[in-house]
T-cell receptor
């Protein structure tokens, strides 16, 4: 099956700093990538959808200036959490798909903001 | 707004017991429905999906799910669970009328523990 990786798997940063999370499709070209956020014991919440070469589409309530998404190539999307605060601490999961196809999920990144 | 509810947050079974996990959604239009599984330490994997046709769909590892449109339900079943089925199970609905895999809305998940 298709493989999606995320880096880093865990990151701790200080309040006010920015952190970048990478999502890569390793063996296929992903025209669309999705970013989710998961709080403990809760479901995955879609944050945004990005198509290669286009601006990301953010879900209602997600601050696009805080969560910067770049999908510059067919195998890489990045999520940058800018000026992170403790309430941004969460589990961030990406998925990737080819046009209209199944989403393949990455292993997730645990972000802790101190 | 569309939503997905999974009734059981935590289920504990013995091996060989039958399993049924409930999933209900709220959306009046055409839906695509999914069950994903997350084994301990692993990423989400697609277990099965319903797009159209036979409302009883079969997935991997002996799982099946039945779409009952009148009840807005898509319950997951397995006649005899194994210890290796210990995992978290997520029901998901596609929110777009046009269908497909995009814009999935997930339920809160059900954590299944199977004891030998």
């Amino acid at each position: 099956g298709a493989v999606v990786s995320q880096h880093p798997s865990r990151v701790i940063c200080k309040s006010g700093t920015s952190v970048k999370i990478e999502c890569r499709s390793l063996d296929f070209q992903a025209t669309t990538m999705f970013w989710y956020r998961q709080f403990p014991k809760q479901s995955l919440m879609l944050m945004a959808t990005s198509n290669e070469g286009s601006k990301a589409t953010y879900e209602q309530g997600v601050e696009k200036d805080k969560f910067l998404i770049n999908h510059a190539s067919l195998t890489l999307s990045t999520l940058t959490v800018t000026s992170a605060h403790p309430e941004d601490s969460s589990f961030y999961i990406c998925s990737a798909s080819q046009t209209g196809g199944e989403q393949y999920f990455g292993p997730g990144t645990r972000l802790t903001v101190t | 707004a569309q939503s997905v509810s999974q009734h059981n947050h935590h289920v504990i079974l013995s091996e060989a017991a039958s399993l049924e996990l409930g999933c209900n959604y709220s959306y009046g239009g055409t839906v695509n429905l999914f069950w994903y599984v997350q084994y301990p330490g692993q990423h989400l994997q697609l277990l099965l999906k319903y797009f159209s046709g036979d409302p009883l769909v079969k997935g991997i590892k002996g799982f099946e799910a039945e779409f009952i449109k009148s009840k807005f339900s898509f319950n997951l079943r397995k006649p005899s669970v194994q210890w290796s089925d210990t995992a978290e199970y997520f029901c998901a609905v596609n929110a777009l009328p046009s269908g497909g895999y995009n814009k999935l809305i997930f339920g809160a998940g059900t954590r299944l523990a199977v004891h030998p």
